[in-house]
T-cell receptor
Framework: GIQVEQSPPDLILQEGANSTLRCNFS?????LQWFHQNPWGQLINLFY???GTKQNGRLSATTVATERYSLLYISSSQTTDSGVYFC?????????FGEGTQLTVNP | DTEVTQTPKHLVMGMTNKKSLKCEQH?????MYWYKQKAKKPPELMFV???????INESVPSRFSPECPNSSLLNLHLHALQPEDSALYLC???????????FGPGTRLLVL
């Protein structure tokens, strides 16, 4: 079956700090997405990144498909970055989420 | 526009009630999904509709009954739920297959 593992489970930062979140996924995963879930529960698409590197403002992501991992980089973190970050892998029509990284950014 | 809307935002129901959750998208997507998310856990897939036909049912109890009246709408009919069914119910849509899924804001359900 599909396996998606995220680390770390929790991360506390001071505003302005940088961070790296990691996602390992199994062979059956074909594509990868990163989401941010805000405190109100809304899942916001960050990246659809089966391979390579993408950047969007202070966020960037890299997926190395041959080694089955993806990294999400957050630079110059802000309090509004707080929430849960999920990576999710697709296999067929199934999207399977990792357990998430709970990020808290303190002012 | 990448918006998926869900109503209601919050729902409280008794174990003998019948209620429905609604989801709508106007992105021309051909696949729609229901997920269930318990507190401090990731979303879990419940159902997948592709071209208005149910393609995946992840062994969900029959007290949850999905319906796809047309390509833009997805309903989840609820009947005789249990308190453990209390959760955030998320709807999503995509172009299908392994394409990007876009999520609605969810319905927070409390079963008393």
């Amino acid at each position: 079956g599909i396996q998606v593992e995220q680390s770390p489970p929790d991360l506390i930062l001071q505003e302005g700090a940088n961070s790296t979140l990691r996602c390992n996924f199994s062979d059956s995963v074909n594509n990868l997405q990163w989401f941010h879930q805000n405190p109100w529960g809304q899942l916001i698409n960050l990246f659809y990144i089966p391979s390579g590197t993408k950047q969007n403002g202070r966020l960037s992501a890299t997926t190395v498909a041959t080694e089955r991992y993806s990294l999400l980089y957050i630079s110059s973190s802000q309090t509004t970055d707080s929430g849960v970050y999920f990576c999710a892998g697709t296999s067929g029509s199934r999207l399977t989420f990792g357990e998430g990284t709970q990020l808290t950014v303190n002012p | 526009d990448t918006e998926v809307t869900q109503t209601p935002k919050h729902l409280v129901m008794g174990m003998t009630n019948k209620k429905s959750l609604k989801c709508e998208q106007h992105m021309g997507h051909r696949a729609m999904y229901w997920y269930k998310q318990k507190a401090k856990k990731p979303p879990e897939l419940m159902f997948v509709y592709s071209y208005e036909k149910l393609s995946i049912n992840e062994s969900v109890p029959s007290r949850f009954s999905p319906e796809c009246p047309n390509s833009s709408l997805l309903n989840l009919h609820l009947h005789a739920l249990q308190p453990e069914d209390s959760a955030l119910y998320l709807c999503a849509s995509s172009q299908g297959g392994e394409e990007t899924q876009y999520f609605g804001p969810g319905t927070r359900l409390l079963v008393l």
